[in-house]
């Protein structure tokens, strides 16, 4: 047995020694051509940095400010057109004096009648308050399932007449999200 051990460790020196001793030659540096570009004639101009931008008592973030820039957004400057939804107005829809999604919600959840079964989840839905002060266009963004989304949406359309939003002293129509929980409460 120690015959055997001998002859492998043997055997592995010898194959270390070998691999050691055969060693590749070093690459010769191959030298790339150096480049020099002539100095800028133009003034580059630093980016212009964002002020904050304020309209009445609401502060608005880096993307909803890029957004205005580029005239992708709800601009103050520009009057809104006759059947335009806002997403944001100077005076954003109320009820009962305050605009509250949990003053919504109270109210959807007043109305609301799962159906047997019904998953536990968050519906999202966007929510359109016309010039009147009505609720238009309900749509579920994100739902759980078809009859739980539907039901949501017949809760939606019982919700009383908002006093309307307005913007630069006139009526008109804002959109936003609610976010409405699903409980299955089953005793």
Do not use: W
Not at 38 to 56: D, F, S
Not at 159 to 166: A, E, I, V
Request: hydrophobic residues 40%; glycine residues 6%.
């Amino acid at each position: 047995m120690n015959r055997n051990y001998a002859f492998c460790a043997s055997l592995v020196v010898a194959l270390m020694g070998s691999s050691a001793l055969a060693q590749t030659p070093p690459k010769e540096p191959t030298s790339k051509p150096v480049v020099v570009r002539p100095p800028a004639t133009e003034k580059l101009t630093p980016p212009v940095k964002p002020q904050p931008c304020r309209i009445g008592e609401i502060t608005f973030r880096k993307e909803q400010q890029r957004r205005f820039a580029l005239g992708l957004g709800d601009t103050p400057d520009k009057p809104p057109g006759p059947n335009q939804v806002l997403t944001y107005a100077e005076r954003m829809p109320a009820l009962d004096g305050e605009f509250s999604i949990n003053a919504i919600l109270a109210i959807i959840n007043r109305y609301l009648v799962l159906p047997p079964n019904a998953l536990e989840g968050r519906v999202y839905m966007r929510l359109v308050v016309d010039k009147a002060g009505r609720v238009r266009h309900p749509k579920i963004l994100k739902g759980v399932r078809a009859d739980v989304d539907s039901a949501v949406v017949a809760a939606t359309r019982r919700l009383p007449r908002f006093t309307p939003g307005q913007h630069g002293g006139q009526a008109v129509n804002v959109s936003f999200v609610v976010p409405v929980s699903i409980k299955n409460e089953q005793p």
